[in-house]
């Protein structure tokens, strides 16, 4: 478990550190014909000058310092700033600042079998420390494979259209920010082991492999054919509907079925027809 640490201030120690390497240098100049003593003396300053050195650390604005006492965890550093720790505390940098990553797009079978192809953008951070350093072996390396499985349990989960069943509830293609809500949640749960927090998670490729992408247009296009037309004979049926009643309610014309039957055809001729419809004067009657 992460546990933060507040070290002390570092510039003290920079200043002792500095007196130090200067008394080393004076104390070795006046003793090298002198003394031997103060040549020590001069060799300890410097080496505990070197020493408290080895224990200052510089940490950058959103990043991190995992601190380690002979492979025990002792805690991580957040702040920013110039800090001093115990020399012989072992560090590793972690960075905390967001990053993007801009899947590659893979071939998967979507719920139906068809394949297509998708990838995905997703900005993400690293949260926990000590999950991030110690948990899993690289952590930039877990979070491209397990982003690339969440894309491929993602796409195997859901049909990519409603082509094959009108009552699905969820489309790859029709989702939109639901897809994408589930598509976060996947990243989360297979991520939270590595510390990794998701910000974001968007689809940003997605499309019918190349193989069967013609073939689904012209459905695609057949579908939207018989949509229209449907929504063409719901429309003409209607206005027949009513050019009936109305010449029945005004007495315009006393019409028996046959003549009916014939005014419907010839209306809904010219009403679902697609080339304009070419006027014919009839000159003789319906039963001649």
Known sequence: MEKVLKPMSGYLTLVICLILFVASVYLFISGVDQSITLVAVAMLC?????????????????????????????????????????????????????????????????????????????????????KAAFDVERYSDFVKMQSEAAVRHLAMSFPYDNLEDDHAPITLREGGDKINSILEQELTDRLSKAGIIIQEARISHLAYAS??????????????????????????????????????????????DERKA?????????????????????????YN
Not at 83 to 93: D, E, R, T
Not at 100 to 125: H, R, S, Y
Not at 226 to 246: F, H, N
Not at 263 to 286: D, F, H, R
């Open 262 to 286: 014939a005014m419907v055809s010839n209306l809904m001729v010219v009403l679902c027809g697609e080339k304009a419809a070419t006027p014919i004067l009839n000159a003789g009657t319906l």
């Open 46 to 130: 410097f080496l505990l000058s070197c020493f408290f050195l080895k224990g200052l650390m510089i940490i950058q604005p959103n990043h991190s310092r995992v601190l380690n006492f002979f492979g025990r965890y002792v805690g991580t550093v957040k702040d920013n700033g110039l800090f001093f720790i115990n020399p012989l505390y072992s560090s590793q940098k972690i960075s905390l600042r967001s990053e993007n990553l801009q899947g590659q797009t893979l071939k998967v079978n979507d719920k139906m079998g068809n394949p297509i192809e998708i990838a995905v953008v997703m900005v993400w951070k690293v949260g926990d420390t000590y």
């Open 211 to 256: 193989e069967i992408a013609g073939a689904m247009l012209q459905r695609q296009q057949a579908t939207a054919i018989v949509a229209a037309r449907t929504k063409i004979v719901e429309g003409a049926v209607g206005m027949v509907d009513l050019a009936l009643k109305k010449l029945s309610e005004e007495n315009i014309v006393e019409l028996d």
